[in-house]
Every structure is written in C-alpha cells, then in structure tokens.
C-alpha cells in the first residue's frame, strides 16, 4: 500500500470511529430518557396503589 492508501484507510477508520461512538453516545441517551420516563410511571402506580391501599 502507498503512503496516500494508508493515509485514506486512517481517514476512514477514524470517521467510522466517530461515526461508531456518536451512535452510541445517541443510544444511550435514547436509553436514558427511556428509563426515567418509564421509572417516572412505576413511581406513579405506586403512589396509587398506596393510596388505594390507605384508603381501603
């Protein structure tokens, strides 16, 4: 391979690189939201079934 292949697979890899670790910064994210979102509703059963249960 000559200097400039090298140099283009380098370029490549890294851009595939970063490409790799935004999707999973982007995921996890999404997974974040995801999760409190569903925490927030179990918290909010909860809060109504000891309700219920209080009141009988």
Known sequence: MSSAQ???ARTI???REAEARAFAVSTTARLARRE???QHHIDRVAARLAVRDYLG
Do not use: A, Y
């Open 6 to 8: 090298l140099d283009l």
């Open 13 to 15: 890899h890294r851009e």
């Open 36 to 38: 409190r979102r569903l």
